[in-house]
């Protein structure tokens, strides 16, 4: 076993998450002390005691709260995460974002006021590597986004 380090914050999930699967939807607010991932739908407030990991196919309406977060579906509302968070190129965020500091993918969209936390600039990245059935010719969309650092 290798102790290289692990670059994404998807691979450092660590302890056994709480999932919510593709197709499941759930109205309510949700609290766990651990990892989350979300593959469906759920409208509420949420307070994630570790890492938030929402695929493509995931939409959450309400304010999130988490200690680091990897994006990749849609969130309406308000995101708040204390260190980490990592936009996919799939992802659309309509709301205010709070982070320590963050790194969107080329093609993902951002509609909201950005604070960051620690300073850092906003890192921008391309998407490397590729997903199931995902074909090797990109269609990049329009990128919005109003930033600020705190």
């Known amino acids: 076993m290798s102790d ?6 998807v691979d450092q999930l660590g302890v056994s998450p709480t ?3 593709d197709g499941c939807r759930f109205t309510g607010d949700v609290e ?13 407030d ?7 990991s929402m695929a493509a196919t ?8 988490a200690q680091a977060a990897v994006v990749a579906g849609r969130i309406t509302g308000r995101l708040v995460i204390e260190h ?9 965020i309509r709301a205010d974002i709070v982070a320590g500091s963050i790194a969107v993918a080329k093609g993902a969209v ?5 604070t960051i936390t620690s300073g ?11 997903r199931a059935g995902q074909h090797a010719e990109a269609v990049e969309p329009q990128v919005e986004r109003r930033a600020r650092t705190a």
């Open 58 to 65: 995931s939409e959450w309406e309400g304010e999130i709260h």
């Open 120 to 130: 850092q600039p906003i890192v921008r990245f391309e998407e490397k590597r590729r």
């Open 32 to 44: 766990t002390t651990g990892p989350l991932v979300v593959c469906g739908v759920i409208r509420g």
């Open 46 to 52: 949420g307070r994630v005691g570790g890492a938030l």
């Open 84 to 92: 980490k968070l990592e936009v996919g190129a799939t992802a659309v």
């Open 110 to 114: 951002i509609d909201g006021q950005v």
């Open 4 to 9: 290289a380090p692990k670059r994404r914050l």
């Open 19 to 21: 999932f919510f699967a």
